[in-house]
């Protein structure tokens, strides 16, 4: 976070507009800029000078290192292991989702092809489509082919669908990594070859349930079953719903687990709990088998459900002291703070 930081005030800086550049913003040198003040004050009785409003990335860099120090300093009176989430968050909310990008082709047609999802767990079933607009084809060959290997995984042709294809296939445990997924359309003009990538990945873990809620401190604490095959350091990030599926917060836990059974304590501090008799609903289950060392990939798990229940908890369980910042935390906001001096 500390090299992020950094890294954010030295492209301000480099990017910050010189005495020179400043000028140029409101179309100007320095020498004419001086001229045309010498006209203007001649002049104001005909014209009054326009007043030049510089935009927030063209503030003093020392107001701007004040702005990076107040926001972080309200960033961590919340700890990050529980974030607030609200409806507008759709990144988090559908952490798989796969973003399609239309690719233009002639005459203002367009095409799209995309996977339901970014990543798939084996044994979860293939889904592909085509979406078609503009363009007429006869048909589609899919072909699946291994990033890093370049061998050929399948290839089959595409269903007709509204607007366009589909393809639904079974995965398989051994392809396990990055997948492109190569279509070429038949009956046009001309060759055309779409591409697009996404991850299938062989479970290295399974959420298997979640036990009972209980306070400690602030804290809910939910204490979250898992199977591991692989030891190693683990991350796993799930929502955090109200009994209507409204979102509240996203929780994450990391911890060093052996293989067997295991267990994970995500933890919602009471700043972002609602206080009703309702029960909860924990979902979009994220559990990731973090990089071991440079070069070997991160691996993934999932869940027996797609989501579990929690019964209702009482916020009476909690201690009700405001979240203290962590040491790391503090010297990170010193540095901005002394930055920004």
Partial sequence: MAAAVLSCLLLAWWLWPTTTDTAKVAGKTPATASQDRQATASQASVQQPELIQLEPEQAPMQQQLQWLASAYAEEITIPSYSRPLTTADSQLLQPNRFIAQPVPLRDGASASLFPSQYRFIYPEPIHIQLQLQGISVQGATLRLLHEWSGEQLAEQAMQPAQGGFELQLPSRESWDGNVTAEVRLHGTTEPLLLRTGFEISAPVAQITGID??????????????????LAGHYRLRANLLTAGRQPIAVLTARAALQSGSNTLKLRAHRSVLPDTDEPFWLTS???????????????YGDSAEPEFRLEPFSLH????????????????LRLLQQLAQ
Avoid: H, N
């Fill in 212 to 229: 009972s809620s209980y306070g400690e401190g602030p804290d809910m604490v939910i204490p979250v079953q898992l199977q591991a095959e």
């Fill in 285 to 299: 289950f994220q559990l990731e088998r973090l990089s071991p060392a440079p070069g070997q990939p991160t691996r």
């Fill in 317 to 332: 369980q909690l201690t009700k002291e405001p979240y203290q910042a962590d040491e790391q935390e503090q010297q990170r």
